[in-house]
């Protein structure tokens, strides 16, 4: 039913952390591309469809005898016909103060940044439960002071998602993740990154209002270019959403993850809380203040360090 | 000179009554009295209804088996009350519990009424629908036009707005919502004794609008006929087979009483 639907996790839920050194010389070109990896990967939008079972009004079978059956009629149950709607384009124009824009331990600087995104994803469904998930996704990152540090990301990703209804819902997916950053002036491609994501979420809801959500992530690098950034991620999170009124939600997702780099034995640990609240205007069109708060820890205490972005943004979204 | 003296009486009256009416708006007027219906006060006094009685907050209208009735607030707000029915007027504009029984509302467009039954609140500036309740065991709702919102109070977030040809039925000790279902708008406009047995609704052209709207969308495969229908109150789903299709707006029309 709702396969394109994202869930409200917030921006920047999935940040991922790694500190720069730009004093390590060999690592100079990586750290860049590390530095820009975890930036795009703080205020990214987190895109998660959600599925769920549409509980019938009708109590089947429960039958109460009573008097005087003819005052309300004859109710014929009709069924509506479900109408899945594969095909999700969206834009969003978030922006964001940062206090930590290099993302560094100490010397920290602030910063205002525009990241303007547009997505397409298209989710056939294989059967009830089996869809297939298509996707790309290019993002912009364009800081007021540090025009410097602006880049673009680009991703595409290609994979499976199964729902398991009979066990809260549970969702499994598989995914193969091409992303590619460049510069903002000419699209020249600084770092690429070939990865295999795997994921689970079990949602438990609370009431029509309220659920909450434990998951992992798991992002296995297999390929990238400059080497020296690629890494696996390991990540559990568990989040809160709370439907206010039927336009007003609040979300709040702790995560901690751990990133294992491929080159050297570095090995960062990060936690993550992120808070959003997002006002529906109408069925395509959502405001949202957002919010994130890392802090990372790495066997190498170069790479510590703390951030935290704050802001808002407008999302317009159709399916189709 | 006496001629005017009259006049003047009669003029007061009217005044006083439609004043009175006026200024109490969680007030009504009798408009519909059959068998067996009556009135329990605050102090605890039954009296038997008749036509033309005004009713106002704290006063519970009981109807008999057999018996229905019908009652106009001052904000044009309908009530029409099925046999063995239990309806208590509350504070507020139209306010209305329901305890027992089976009750149709017809709110017009711009007044606002709310109606309570158990744990469940209904609001609406424009609908027209059923409500029903048995005891601890079931609250239906059904929507034939308009728009409300079903919601229980206190709980967070368990509203949920009904258009027309929803229905949803929950317990009376519920504090979570569930989903609503779709019924055939015409099937019941055109069986419910609730509309066949009083005058024509002024809401009875929407109601058709939109039996013919879910007509047009069942013909587009947005609906799909089910076997499986609730003759009248209860919750007991029987299995018939399937009928020849006969338009919505058909059924409707063909139901209607001349205008009393």
Request: aromatic share 10%; with cysteine; net charge neutral.
């Amino acid at each position: 039913m709702c396969s394109g639907k994202f869930n409200k996790l917030g921006w920047g839920t999935i940040c991922m952390s790694v500190a720069v050194a730009l004093a390590m010389c060999p690592f100079a070109l990586a750290q860049t591309a590390d530095q820009s990896q975890n930036r795009a990967d703080l205020l990214r939008t987190q895109a998660n469809p959600t599925y769920g079972p549409t509980p019938s009004g009708v109590e089947g079978g429960y039958a109460v005898a009573s008097p005087n059956d003819k005052d309300l009629g004859e109710q014929q149950i009709l069924k509506r016909a479900e109408e899945y709607q594969p095909f999700s384009a969206s834009a969003s124009t978030p922006v964001f103060y940062t206090s930590n824009v290099a993302l560094t331990r100490s010397g920290e600087e602030d910063d205002v940044l525009f990241a303007p995104a547009v997505s397409f994803s298209y989710q056939p469904r294989i059967t009830k439960t089996l869809y297939a998930e298509l996707g790309v996704t290019q993002q912009f990152f364009v800081y007021d002071r540090f025009s410097e540090l602006n880049f673009a990301s680009f991703d595409a990703i290609a994979g499976l998602a199964y729902y398991m209804p009979q066990f809260h819902n549970l969702s499994l997916r598989a995914r193969y993740d091409y992303n590619r950053l460049t510069d903002t002036d000419n699209f020249d491609e600084f770092f690429v990154n070939h990865a295999y994501i795997l994921s689970a979420n079990l949602p438990f809801r609370i009431g029509r209002a309220q659920q909450i959500a434990v998951g992992i992530d798991t992002e296995l690098s297999f390929y990238s270019h400059p080497n020296a950034p690629r890494r696996n991620d390991y990540s559990f999170y568990g989040g809160y959403s709370v439907n206010l009124t039927r336009s007003l939600s609040l979300d709040a997702t702790g995560r901690i993850a751990v990133r294992d780099y491929h080159v050297g034995d570095r090995t960062d640990v990060s936690e993550i809380l992120a808070l959003s609240a997002n006002y529906r205007i109408s069925e395509w069109f959502t405001l949202s203040f957002l919010s994130s708060f890392a802090w990372n820890q790495s066997n190498h205490d170069v790479f510590d360090y703390s951030v935290a972005n704050v802001g808002g943004g407008a999302a317009l979204t159709i399916r189709f | 000179m006496k001629s005017r003296a009259w006049f003047s009486i009669v003029g007061l009256s009217v005044a006083l009554t439609t004043g009175l009416f006026a200024a109490q708006e969680n007030a009504a007027r009798m408009t519909y009295v059959s068998k067996e219906v009556r009135f329990h006060g605050r102090q605890n006094v039954l009296r038997q209804a008749s036509l033309g009685d005004i009713v106002s907050a704290g006063v519970a209208i009981h109807n008999g088996a057999k018996a229905r009735s019908e009652l106009i607030f001052g904000n044009r707000t309908v009530a029409r009350l099925g046999a063995n029915t239990i309806l208590n007027l509350t504070d507020g504009s139209a306010g209305m519990n329901l305890h027992e029984g089976a009750l149709l509302f017809q709110i017009p467009k711009g007044s606002s009424t709310e109606i309570t039954s158990g744990p469940v609140a209904i609001t609406s500036k424009g609908a027209t629908g059923i409500l029903e309740r048995y005891r601890d065991f079931y609250i239906k709702v059904m929507l034939l036009e308009g728009e409300v919102r079903v919601f229980i109070p206190g709980q967070i977030g368990e509203s949920i707005l009904m258009e027309p040809g929803q229905i949803l039925i929950t317990s009376p000790k519920a504090t979570a919502l569930p989903e609503a279902a779709d019924f055939d708008i015409a099937r019941v406009a055109r069986t419910c004794r609730l509309i066949s047995d009083f005058s024509p609704l002024a809401s009875q052209e929407l109601i058709a609008l939109e039996a013919r709207k879910q007509m047009r969308l069942t013909s587009k495969g947005n609906y799909i006929p089910s076997n499986l229908v609730i003759f009248g109150r209860g919750t007991l789903v029987s299995l018939v087979p399937p009928q020849p299709k006969e338009t919505g707006a058909q059924k409707v029309r063909s139901n209607s009483k001349p205008t009393q």
